[in-house]
Each structure stands twice: as structure tokens, then as C-alpha cells.
């Protein structure tokens, strides 16, 4: 399957401070990259969705103001977590579709970010 | 978001057994519904996916049952391990779009020896 490459795998930092997570698609190009959150045993809550060239799509109660989303490439989306606080700890995970593949519906997944806010 | 009701939370099976998971979802506009797999710490892995056409799917030890009808689906597990020990998630988008995934609440397997 498609690889998609999240980093750091964990990070720790201080609250107040701002934090970005990378996800890249490997060996495809990713028009669109889904960005979510999951906290301790709970589902996978989807934050925003990240497009190539454009303004990120947030859900509802998703502060954008907070998590910065940016798509520069085709093969790259990151997320910044500004003015971290100890709410926002949780595993991050980012995932993208890869189109050459039937059906295009698939979904990618990186390995995750676990941010811990001290 | 909660559009895809799963159950049961927790579950423990005897190796060799059969684990089944089942999922239930409320918007009929859904066509598409994959199985997810994840390990503490890792992110979610494509287990096997199905579309309302079919009723069954099987690949390997994985089998998804489909019912339109009920609007309902289910994985099971053939000849559990241990190794299957993981938490499970269901999940269901709408083709077209941006195809975003709901998912539900997740399963916790345990495979016991």
C-alpha cells in the first residue's frame, strides 16, 4: 500500500510554545490530506481536511486559529499547534489517499504524533 | 459526528476462536465501509473493505458481512491469535468529495492463548 511518513513520532514541549507535525506521502501525490485527533481509547475524530494550494477545511469546533494547517505540495501537509496548552496533548495522526489506487476511496495512514503539553 | 454506531467496546476471545465486531451506521448516502486495525501508539491500518453491492467480502482470516437493509456490517475474525490483539475501527464515507471517513467508537480485542 501507499506510505505515508508522519514525524516526530512523539513530542514534548512546554505550554505556551508552538508545535508542527509533518505528513508526507511517499511515493504518491496526495491532492488531499485528512488531519486527525485521538485521544486515550477513544475514535479517531477528524479535525481538517488539508488541500493542495488552499485553505484547510476545519469541522465544526475545530479553532483553525489553533491548529494551522498547511499544504504547500502535493506530497506534503503539516500541522502547527500554536500556543500549546496541556488540553491539546493528545495522538495526532494525518492520512492521504492515494488516487492510482481502486478503490480511491482508501485511506493512508501516518504512524502518529504523540504531543504531550507540560 | 457520530454517524457510526459500534459495538461491542471491549471483547476477549479464546485463540482459535471467532471474533466479530459489528458496526451500524444512520446516513443511507454511505458507500463505502472499511475495516481499520490499530496497534498502541501506531496509526490505523487498512484491514478490508466492502461496498453495498456485495453482501460478503473475505480476505484471509477477515471477512466483512454487509447488510443494506439494516443498515449494518460486521468483521469477523477467523481462527483468532494473539497477534489480532489490537483495536478495531469501523468506518463509512460517501464517495465523491473529499470521501471524508467517520469512524466509530473502536473495539478493543484481546486474544487469549
Known amino acids: 500500500g501507499a506510505v505515508v511518513s508522519q514525524h516526530p513520532s512523539r513530542v514534548i514541549c512546554k505550554s505556551g510554545t508552538s508545535v508542527k507535525i509533518e505528513c508526507r506521502s511517499l511515493d504518491f501525490q496526495a491532492t488531499t490530506m485528512f488531519w486527525y485527533r485521538q485521544f486515550p481509547k477513544k475514535s479517531l475524530m477528524l479535525m481538517a481536511t488539508?488541500?493542495?494550494?488552499?485553505?484547510?477545511?476545519?469541522e465544526q469546533g475545530v479553532e483553525k486559529d489553533k491548529f494551522l494547517i498547511n499544504h504547500a505540495s502535493l506530497t506534503l501537509s503539516t500541522l502547527t499547534v500554536t500556543s500549546a496548552h496541556p488540553e491539546d496533548s493528545s495522538f495526532y495522526i494525518c492520512?492521504?489517499?492515494?488516487?492510482?489506487?481502486?478503490?480511491?476511496?482508501?485511506?493512508?495512514f501516518g504512524s502518529g504524533t504523540q504531543l504531550s503539553v507540560l | 459526528q457520530q454517524q457510526v454506531k459500534q459495538s461491542p467496546q471491549s471483547l476477549i476471545v479464546q485463540k482459535g476462536g471467532i471474533s466479530i465486531i459489528n458496526c451500524a451506521y444512520e446516513?443511507?448516502?454511505?458507500?463505502?465501509f472499511p475495516w481499520y486495525q490499530q496497534f498502541p501508539g501506531k496509526g490505523p491500518a487498512l484491514l478490508i473493505a466492502i461496498r453495498p453491492d456485495v453482501s460478503e467480502k473475505k480476505e484471509g482470516r477477515f471477512t466483512i458481512s454487509f447488510n443494506k437493509s439494516a443498515k449494518q456490517f460486521s468483521l469477523h475474525i477467523m481462527d483468532s491469535q494473539p497477534g489480532d490483539s489490537a483495536t478495531y475501527f469501523c468506518?463509512?464515507?460517501?464517495?465523491?468529495?473529499?470521501?471524508?471517513?467517520?469512524f466509530g467508537a473502536g473495539t478493543r480485542l484481546a486474544v487469549h492463548p
Open positions: 446516513n443511507t448516502a454511505f458507500d463505502y
Open positions: 488539508s488541500n493542495e494550494g488552499s485553505k484547510a477545511t476545519y
Open positions: 468506518a463509512a464515507s460517501i464517495s465523491g468529495g473529499y470521501n471524508k471517513l467517520i
Open positions: 492520512s492521504a489517499r492515494d488516487l492510482r489506487q481502486a478503490p480511491n476511496e482508501k485511506l493512508f
